[in-house]
């Protein structure tokens, strides 16, 4: 019998090997309460998981025992598995101990990704130490696989077009003149999961955050495809060039919102990448967008995924700036009405109402603020894990330890990633009409964001002037009139909400 977890819902999963004969023998899915109980998810998150997974047992049919219970062991111990369980290699260290803790179970390899986890370890092997860098990473996987590739040379004569796709919003527009989303349409499953989850509430077995509005990604592989041409088709073009921008009234830009269904494993990353590469070789997406999109692919998910396991377990413990601050319970709630600072207002709203903001509202709007706060590493992972309806154990551990918080000190990345209001004033509308001002370190209408960049600097500044990207900023502290007093009302800050 072979298992599959909740996050290897696609076809790719019912293959051994990378391109090995097909599963043949009966199959098994658990869906396990407890999974909901430890953790207080946001409620769109735990309803897309769900119909997901009952989707696919549904189209699965009689080949499946789909299993209902409050632990996986529980429903393990209701099953006749034979001489032996096959599963493929789990997406978390959690499940990785589960697996190997029963008794007769054969772990095939991971699918869902580019590269074989001891290709990465050779590659990371050769690269003479523990530092590595994604930039690196993303060139030997484009050369590996062929991706925009002219012989040995990337298309175009450069590997990234990054000054390309660094653009501030359009002035004067609220939106992108872009295609909308592709939004799937609800069902008779999706209405009985939603009845679960509110007996399961009423009931107190479970708790959850954020709003329960239609379900806005997919859960089938059929709804994931339309996503994902949607987007090649009408949305891809536009990408690029805003890639890091933001518009308070207009949340998915030119975004593909494919990242859960690539993490439910509804798409392969191949075929995603390979769809881009193609639009452009066809002349209907531009060089810069596409090599953007396949960087966020076969670069950044591709990388987060393998240094994941190669760091190790331990690696979430990491706090190399000793921050331990908790997180306060309106974060916790994501209470977005009593924020002022409308750039944090605006996003936490949007996580609240859709469990989904995108990469840059992520790291330079809500990971940049914790940074800042010096709340506990660990607890915002946990807090990114559970309030988005992408994220897993292995998406937010280097993305919020290495990459947003800077606790690995630089084995991820090589500066802190936060900065002052000035920043979310030229990449966005975020700032106009706030009670805050950009340019404010102290005062009334200081800005939280300048005021805490500058307080997080003077902070760590024995740390941080050793750093070559953040001398400059290190050194710009003595030249602050009002340094004293931010620090004064830095420290009078009494955690609420800005």
Not at 22 to 48: G, T, Y
Not at 369 to 380: K, R
Request: glycine letters at 8%.
């Amino acid at each position: 019998m072979h298992w599959l977890f909740g996050d290897q819902l696609g076809p790719h999963f019912l293959t051994r090997g990378a391109a090995g004969p097909a599963v043949d023998e009966p199959l098994l899915m658990i869906e396990a309460r407890s999974v909901f109980r430890r953790r207080r998810f946001h409620r769109a998150k735990a309803h897309l998981v769900l119909s997901a997974m009952r989707h696919r047992a549904a189209e699965l049919g009689d080949r499946v025992t789909y299993l209902r219970a409050d632990t996986y062991r529980e429903a393990l111990a209701r099953v006749a598995t034979g001489p032996s369980l096959t599963v493929h290699h789990p997406t978390s260290y959690a499940a990785l101990r589960l697996v190997r803790s029963l008794p007769q179970v054969e772990i095939g390899p991971a699918r869902g990704f580019l590269v074989p986890m001891e290709d990465f370890a050779a590659w990371a092997d050769g690269q003479g130490g523990d530092h590595l860098r994604q930039e690196t990473f993303y060139r030997w996987v484009r050369r590996g696989h062929g991706l925009l590739m002219d012989g040995d040379a990337p298309v175009g004569g450069h590997w990234n077009y990054d000054h390309d796709n660094r653009r501030p919003p359009p002035r004067k527009e609220t939106a992108l003149p872009v295609g909308a989303p592709y939004r799937p349409r609800e069902d008779e499953i999706d209405e009985q999961v939603r009845h679960d989850l509110d007996q399961w509430e009423k009931k107190g077995d479970v708790s959850f955050v954020g709003r329960d509005g239609p379900r806005l990604f997919p859960a089938t592989r059929t709804e994931a495809l339309r996503a994902l041409n949607r987007f090649i088709e009408h949305r891809l073009a536009a990408f690029g060039p805003y890639e890091d921008a933001m518009l308070a009234a207009d949340p998915v830009m030119s975004h593909s919102l494919l990242s859960s269904s690539l993490n439910l494993g509804l798409l392969d990353p191949a075929e995603c990448v390979e769809a881009a590469e193609a639009a452009w070789r066809d002349g209907t997406a531009p060089l810069n967008s596409v090599e953007g999109f396949i960087r966020q692919i076969a670069g950044w998910r591709e990388y987060v995924w393998q240094v994941y396991w190669h760091f190790g377990e331990d690696y979430r413990r990491s706090n190399v700036l000793r921050h331990s601050a908790p997180l306060p319970e309106w974060w916790n709630a994501l209470d977005a009405d009593d924020v002022r600072a409308r750039c944090l207002h605006t996003v936490m709203a949007q996580v609240r109402d859709t469990g989904w903001t995108h990469h840059i509202p992520r790291l330079m709007v809500l990971g940049s603020y914790a940074l800042q706060q010096g709340w506990d590493p660990a607890a915002l992972t946990d807090w990114f894990h559970r309030c988005f309806v992408d994220g897993y154990d292995w998406v937010m551990v280097p993305n919020v330890v290495g990459m947003s918080q800077y606790a690995d000190g630089g084995r991820m990345t090589t500066k802190p990633y936060t900065s002052g209001g000035a920043y979310v004033h030229r990449m966005s509308d975020l700032c106009g009409p706030c009670v805050y001002r950009p340019g404010d370190r102290v005062g009334e209408t200081a800005c939280p964001y300048t005021r805490g960049y500058w307080a997080f600097i003077d902070r760590h500044r024995a740390l941080l002037e050793h750093n070559h990207r953040m001398r400059q900023p290190v050194r710009g502290l003595d030249r602050l009139p009002d340094l004293t007093e931010l620090r004064h009302e830095q420290q009078a800050d009494d955690g609420g909400p800005p």
